[in-house]
């Protein structure tokens, strides 16, 4: 027997607590499946929603135990590439969405989508990235793969002082670019500064869509959080074949803009989705998360640690008030 976080639905109520389960209550995960002992889990904006009910997250049905992200060590593997006592990370792709999540003690996953731990990375270090530290690695990777440099100029990122946005600060600044932060919270400036910002501009700046469309360039690269205006904006104002990756839209799911920027300066408009991201590809943005950040940097983006049963509460706090910094679940605890 084991402790999961449950999450259900009677009589149109939710309800969320800690309920002891055994391996046979875990949903079988198909011809792939590999059994884990969790040990970490962590809490996003995404699971708070989950949790509180505050947002239709859930897609597979109730019960479900919920926790998009997740790292554990192998009991059993039907597959050839992990065996009993290796390490492994999942992410997203329907994690604590469709599938049973992180917040147990005990998962059972589909194989093809969990990466092996890499070597320089703690399992509570992976938590600490969980979902927001993968989605920054990949858009910053996005912006390499289209040869931006360093040496091009400043890279502009907007949404800086949320989950993914500070790790997109972090990560820049530990590859040597010149970071501007576009930040509405003025009280995370400071915070902004101590992740690596050069700079720090408002998110008004940036808000209210070009007045041209194509503007003076400024950016060698963007990475964007927020969608709408913003990202029209940020396209407008990309140098000669710079850049743009989207991973969010905190302000707006439309985009209204011209092709001028991407035939006239040859920019490009890079997507980012982290949940289906392919499996080669998860496993290098998860070994370039290890050898850029360092021991320090992990420490410096946990706001704290908390218990499976500290979960609902911590959520109703992300929720109603925000939180700076990651949380984890220390799910064995
Ligand atoms: N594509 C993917 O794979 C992927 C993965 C994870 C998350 N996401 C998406 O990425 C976005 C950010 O995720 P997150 O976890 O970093 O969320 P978060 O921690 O809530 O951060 C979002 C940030 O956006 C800014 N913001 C919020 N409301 C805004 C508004 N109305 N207009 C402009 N800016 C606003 C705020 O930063 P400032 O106060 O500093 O301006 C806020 O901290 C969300 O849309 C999320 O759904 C996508």
Same mark, same amino acid.
């Given at each position: 027997?084991?402790?999961?976080?449950?999450l259900?639905?009677?009589?149109?109520d939710?309800?969320?607590?800690?309920?002891?389960?055994?391996?046979?209550?875990?949903?079988?995960a198909?011809?792939d499946?590999?059994h884990?002992?969790?040990? /970490?889990?962590s +809490?996003? /904006?995404?699971?708070?929603?989950?949790?509180?009910?505050?947002?239709?997250?859930?897609r597979g049905? /109730?019960?479900?135990?919920?926790?998009?992200?997740?790292?554990?060590?192998?009991v059993?593997s039907?597959?050839?590439?992990l065996?009993?006592?290796?390490?492994?990370?999942?992410?997203?792709?329907?994690?604590?969405?469709?599938?049973?999540?992180?917040?147990?003690?005990?998962?059972?996953?589909?194989?093809n989508?969990?990466?092996?731990?890499?070597?320089?990375? @703690?399992?509570?270090?992976?938590?600490?990235?969980?979902?927001?530290?993968?989605?920054?690695? $990949?858009? !910053?990777?996005?912006?390499e793969?289209?040869?931006? @440099?360093p040496e091009?100029?400043?890279?502009v990122?907007?949404?800086?002082?949320?989950?993914?946005?500070?790790?997109? !600060?972090?990560?820049?600044?530990?590859?040597?670019?010149? !970071?501007?932060?576009?930040?509405?919270?003025?009280?995370?400036?400071?915070?902004l500064?101590?992740?690596?910002a050069?700079?720090?501009?408002?998110r008004?700046?940036?808000?209210?869509?070009?007045?041209?469309?194509?503007?003076?360039?400024?950016?060698?690269?963007? !990475?964007?959080?927020?969608?709408?205006?913003? $990202?029209? @904006?940020?396209?407008?104002? +990309?140098?000669r074949?710079?850049?743009?990756?989207?991973f969010?839209?905190?302000?707006?799911?439309?985009?209204?803009?011209?092709?001028?920027?991407?035939?006239?300066?040859?920019?490009?408009?890079?997507?980012?989705?982290?949940?289906?991201c392919?499996?080669?590809k998860?496993?290098?943005?998860?070994?370039?998360?290890?050898?850029?950040?360092d021991?320090?940097?992990?420490?410096?983006?946990?706001?704290?640690?908390?218990?499976?049963?500290?979960?609902?509460?911590?959520?109703?706090?992300?929720i109603?008030e925000?939180?700076?910094?990651?949380?984890?679940v220390?799910?064995?605890?």
């Amino acid at each position: 027997m084991f402790d999961a976080l449950v999450l259900d639905r009677t009589d149109g109520d939710l309800t969320v607590g800690v309920r002891q389960l055994s391996s046979d209550d875990l949903p079988d995960a198909g011809p792939d499946e590999v059994h884990l002992q969790v040990l /970490y889990s962590s +809490l996003n /904006y995404k699971d708070a929603l989950a949790v509180t009910g505050a947002g239709k997250i859930v897609r597979g049905g /109730y019960p479900i135990v919920p926790g998009i992200d997740l790292v554990g060590q192998v009991v059993e593997s039907n597959i050839d590439i992990l065996e009993a006592g290796d390490y492994a990370i999942g992410t997203g792709w329907q994690l604590g969405e469709v599938d049973w999540g992180g917040y147990g003690q005990h998962a059972k996953v589909d194989g093809n989508k969990l990466v092996r731990l890499p070597k320089y990375l @703690t399992p509570k270090q992976s938590m600490v990235a969980g979902t927001a530290g993968f989605t920054a690695m $990949l858009s !910053v990777m996005a912006l390499e793969e289209h040869e931006v @440099t360093p040496e091009d100029g400043d890279v502009v990122v907007t949404g800086a002082s949320g989950g993914v946005g500070s790790m997109v !600060v972090t990560l820049l600044d530990a590859l040597d670019y010149d !970071v501007v932060a576009s930040s509405g919270s003025e009280e995370a400036y400071d915070y902004l500064r101590e992740r690596g910002a050069t700079r720090i501009i408002s998110r008004s700046a940036l808000e209210n869509g070009p007045d041209r469309p194509i503007e003076t360039g400024k950016w060698a690269g963007a !990475v964007d959080a927020v969608g709408g205006d913003t $990202l029209a @904006t940020l396209l407008a104002q +990309l140098k000669r074949h710079g850049s743009a990756a989207s991973f969010g839209n905190a302000a707006g799911h439309e985009l209204s803009t011209s092709v001028f920027p991407l035939i006239l300066r040859g920019v490009n408009l890079l997507g980012i989705d982290s949940n289906t991201c392919p499996t080669p590809k998860r496993q290098v943005a998860w070994r370039r998360l290890a050898s850029i950040l360092d021991d320090e940097d992990f420490e410096e983006m946990t706001r704290q640690t908390i218990g499976l049963d500290e979960v609902p509460a911590a959520s109703k706090e992300l929720i109603n008030e925000g939180v700076r910094g990651r949380i984890v679940v220390d799910v064995q605890a």
